[in-house]
C-alpha cells in the first residue's frame, strides 16, 4: 500500500490507523461493487471487457466516499479494487513484474520475492489470513482443484503458467502459505540461456543433435536450478512430424509443435477417491501412439514405466528430476522404481536405467544467483553392478569475487561420446572441434 495514500485519509491519526482506514474504504468500496455486479458473467475470455465497463461504476462508488483522496490516489484505489474483483488481490502487482520469479507467502502479512537470484521482503500484504485463503480458493478452483482442512496441501497453476503451491492449516501452523514460482512473462529462449551465460553454444550444438538423434534424456538440478525452462528448450528441437504426449502434476510445458498432447494428473475428490496419478497417465499413454513421452517431473513409481517406454520403442523421452549430481539422479530413479512394489532385483533395476537412459543434464543454481548447465554425462553401461558414465561438457568454479560472482569456465572433456553412432545413423555431422579438450567460455573473473 502507498503509505503517502495512509497519510492522506487521516493526517492526524498514528500510521497503524491510516492504514486501518484505508483498508476499510477499500473493503467497503469493495462490498458495494460486489452487490452490483453479477460475477456469473464474468469469464477469462470477457474479463477484460467486464472491467473497462465497471470501471467508471467503481469510480463513482469512490467519488461518493467522504474521504479526501486526490486524483493518483483515486485511481490507485481503482486498481486494487479491480485486482480484488478479478484477480489475485495483492499478488497481482507482483505478478506484473517481470523481474520476480518467485512469490513466496510465508503468511498474510509476510511476502518475499525472489529478483535476480535474490530474496528479499515486500511491503505488500494481505488484510488476514481469510483474505490470504480467499485468493489461494480462487487460483485453485479456476483449474478444479480444492484446498479445505480435509485436504490441506494443493498443487495448481496460474493461466500464464506458474506453479503454485499452498498448504493451510492445520499443517501450517502459522496461517496460510503460497509460493509460486514464474513461468516468466517471457521465456527463456536458447540465445538467452548463452547470453546470460547459462550454457555454451558447443552444448547447445550437442543437445540439439541429441534430441534429433531421438536419445533418452533427463535434466537432474535441485530446486529453482532451471530444469523446466530446459526442458521446454529442448522440446523445440523436436522435428514437427512427431507426435508428443506430456505428462505433468500441474502443467506448465508450452511446446511449439502442432502433434502435441497435454495430459494432466487429477487428485483426489473429497471422498479422497477419484485420484488419477502420473503413473496411470504414463500407462495410458503407451496405447496413445506417441513418438515421444515427456514427463514434467519423475517422483514416484512412474520412474519403473518411463523406464520401460524408454526402453520399448519410445526414444527421445524426456524427463526431469530432483538430484544434486548426475550420479545421484540414477540413484534417485533406483530408489523410485522400488517404489512401484515389485520385487525386482538391485542389478536388473540398473540394467533397465543404463539401457534406457542416454543422457543426464546437471543444472544447478550458483551461489551468486545464476543458474548453469553444470554437466553433460553419457550412461555408457555397466561394469559390474556399477553403472558407468563419463562426462562430455562441464562447469568448473575457480572461484568467487568480491562480489560474491562466481567465475569458472565451460569446458569439453576431451571424451567423444560414444552415442556418436546414433547421430551418425540420423544423418546430423557435428563440428569437429566440439569435443576437443580446453575452455569454451569462460565466466567472470578475467573471462
Not at 484477480?87 to 509476510?110: A, C, T
Not at 529462449?189 to 550444438?205: A, F, K, Y
Not at 496419478?277 to 513409481?301: K, S, Y
Not at 569458472?408 to 557435428?430: D, H, I, N
Amino acid at each position: 500500500m502507498n503509505q503517502a495514500l495512509a497519510k492522506n485519509l487521516d493526517p492526524g491519526s498514528n500510521g497503524r490507523d491510516r492504514r486501518a482506514v484505508y483498508q476499510e474504504l477499500k473493503q467497503a468500496v469493495h462490498r458495494q461493487l460486489i452487490e452490483r455486479l453479477d460475477l456469473e458473467r464474468v469469464t477469462e475470455q470477457n474479463k477484460e471487457a467486464i472491467k473497462r465497463q465497471v470501471k467508471p461504476v467503481l469510480s463513482d462508488l469512490i467519488a461518493t466516499n467522504p474521504a479526501p483522496l486526490n486524483g493518483a490516489e483515486r485511481r490507485q484505489l481503482t486498481d486494487e479494487v479491480l485486482d480484488e474483483v478479478f484477480g489475485f488481490g495483492p499478488l497481482e502487482q507482483l505478478l506484473k513484474d517481470p523481474d520476480i520469479s518467485d512469490i513466496l507467502v510465508n503468511r498474510f502479512d509476510e511476502i518475499f520475492i525472489e529478483r535476480k537470484g535474490k530474496l528479499s521482503k515486500v511491503e505488500v500484504s494481505f488484510r488476514d489470513d481469510r483474505h490470504l485463503l480467499q485468493i489461494i480458493d480462487r487460483i485453485v478452483s479456476r483449474i478444479g482443484r480444492r484446498v479445505d482442512e480435509a485436504s490441506p496441501m494443493v498443487d495448481a497453476r496460474l493461466p500464464d503458467g506458474s506453479r503454485v503451491n499452498a498448504i493451510i492449516p492445520p499443517l501450517a501452523l502459522n496461517g496460510p502459505a503460497l509460493s509460486i514460482r514464474r513461468f516468466g512473462v517471457n521465456p527463456l529462449t536458447l540465445d538467452s540461456l548463452i547470453e546470460n551465460q547459462s550454457i555454451t553454444p558447443e552444448m547447445v550444438e550437442f543437445l540439439e543433435g541429441a534430441v534429433r538423434a531421438k536419445l533418452n534424456m533427463i535434466i537432474s538440478g535441485g530446486t529453482g536450478s532451471g530444469k523446466t525452462t530446459l526442458l521446454n528448450i529442448l522440446t523445440s528441437f523436436i522435428p514437427p512430424d512427431e507426435r508428443i504426449i506430456t505428462i505433468e502434476d500441474s502443467a506448465e510445458l508450452i511446446l511449439q509443435q502442432p502433434h502435441v498432447v497435454r495430459l494432466e494428473t487429477r487428485p483426489p475428490n473429497i471422498e479422497n477417491h477419484g485420484a488419477i496419478t502420473q503413473r496411470d497417465l504414463l500407462f495410458n499413454t503407451l496405447r496413445m501412439r506417441p513418438d515421444r513421452i515427456i514427463v514434467g517431473e519423475v517422483r514416484g513409481a512412474e520412474a519403473l514405466d518411463m523406464l520401460q517406454a524408454m526402453n520399448t520403442g519410445h526414444e527421445g523421452s524426456l524427463t526431469t528430476i530432483h538430484a544434486n549430481t548426475p550420479r545421484d539422479g540414477l540413484s534417485r530413479i533406483e530408489m523410485m522404481v522400488s517404489m512401484s512394489g515389485l520385487d525386482i532385483p538391485v542389478r536388473v533395476v540398473r540394467q533397465q536405467i543404463s539401457s534406457a537412459v542416454d543422457l543426464i543434464i546437471q543444472a544447478s543454481r550458483l551461489t551468486d544467483g545464476r543458474r548453469r548447465v553444470m554437466k553433460i554425462s553419457e550412461v555408457v553401461g555397466m561394469e559390474g553392478e556399477v553403472i558407468t558414465m563419463q562426462d562430455i561438457f562441464e562447469f568448473e568454479q575457480r572461484g568467487v569475487d568480491e562480489n560474491g560472482g562466481v567465475h569458472g569456465a565451460f569446458k569439453s572433456t576431451g571424451v567423444r561420446p560414444r552415442c556418436m553412432k546414433r547421430f551418425e545413423a540420423a544423418g546430423l555431422r557435428l563440428s569437429p572441434s566440439l569435443f576437443l579438450a580446453g575452455d569454451k567460455m569462460r565466466v567472470g573473473g578475467d573471462g
